[in-house]
């Protein structure tokens, strides 16, 4: 009976132990990584980092899979809905996880149901840019101008419910301005015309917009973080010229769809974080216009709900409601 009662008793305990197994051996195959944007944005640059470095720690690469559309839901949706074994990462961001749930009215995913909060990976001051004929030199100017010509001002962004568009909704509420958004699909697209003067006004975020602002292609009017960025020393921040009190961050992080096993999630946090804590990762990812933002899971989470809160009140305020 005693010997009975064992082989039972172990038979019973396989599966927990294939399971415990199968952790311990992950991955044993190539993850993928979901960016919900296209190529090029800050989201995506940070994403590449990242999986360069994790693939340097895993026998096995991770992938990154661009999926953009729907201001990022296309892509948030693939994660949501992926098999929760591990294989699939996702990258949330300050707009598909912070914004979108109080401006779309479909949303696909349900941002603190769907996923399992890993680690952020950087926060970054968004800047509004110019192209060099554009009349206004600084932020004051735009906003001058934008006083003296209700609704004739322009500003483009990397779509609709972005925390580009966002961030300028929260200034257009704030100072009483009537301003046109003109949307596009992704940063690169809209950059792409306001370098060629189709546009003359955007709000992106600081590491794609950067290297351009560098190269002299476009002008900086000021960024929106609460001090100046070491990256643009002599640009303002629109707290100290137009809005006291202002501040709009960027950032983007690492979710697994909701169930993914804890062993996973604490593997890849734990390596994960030891990489944005490299001093050399670390050093890169201010040269490209971020700043290092590693936490718990717990931490994440915390501020992803934080996050919805605030532009849910910034949605209310402004009364931006999308019907896609």
Known sequence: MTTRRCLLGATLALPTLRAA????????????MIVPFPPGQA?????????????????QRVVVENRAGGAGAIGMDAVARATPDGYTLGIG????????????????????KDFAAITNIFTLPLVFVAHPSFEAAD?????????AQPGRVQYASAGPGTAQHMTAEMLAHRLGLQMQHVPYRGSGPA?????????????DSLA????????????ALA?????????????????????????????????????TP????????????????????????IQLGGFPDPGTPEEYGRFIAAEIAKWREVARAANVRLDT
């Open 93 to 112: 961001t300050s707009g598909t996880l912070g914004v979108n749930p109080s401006v779309m009215a479909r949303l696909p995913y349900d941002a603190e």
């Open 223 to 259: 960024v929106t973080g609460r001090a100046r960025t070491p990256q643009l020393p002599d640009v303002p921040t629109v707290a100290e010229t137009v809005s006291p009190g202002f501040e709009a961050l960027g950032w983007s992080g690492i979710v697994a769809p909701a169930g």
């Open 191 to 203: 950059m792409a015309d306001l370098i060629a003067g189709n546009v003359k006004v955007m709000v």
């Open 43 to 59: 989201a995506d640059i940070f994403a590449r980092v990242m999986a360069d470095e994790l693939s340097k720690r895993w026998p």
């Open 262 to 285: 804890a062993a996973v999630i604490r593997r890849v946090n734990a390596d994960a974080v030891a990489i944005l804590r490299d001093p050399a990762v670390s050093a890169r990812m």
């Open 21 to 32: 197994q199968a952790q311990d051996a992950w991955p044993e195959r190539p993850v993928r």
């Open 139 to 147: 932020i004051a100017g735009f906003v001058a101008l934008a006083k």
């Open 208 to 219: 794609s917009a950067l290297p351009n602002i560098q190269g002299g292609r476009i002008r």
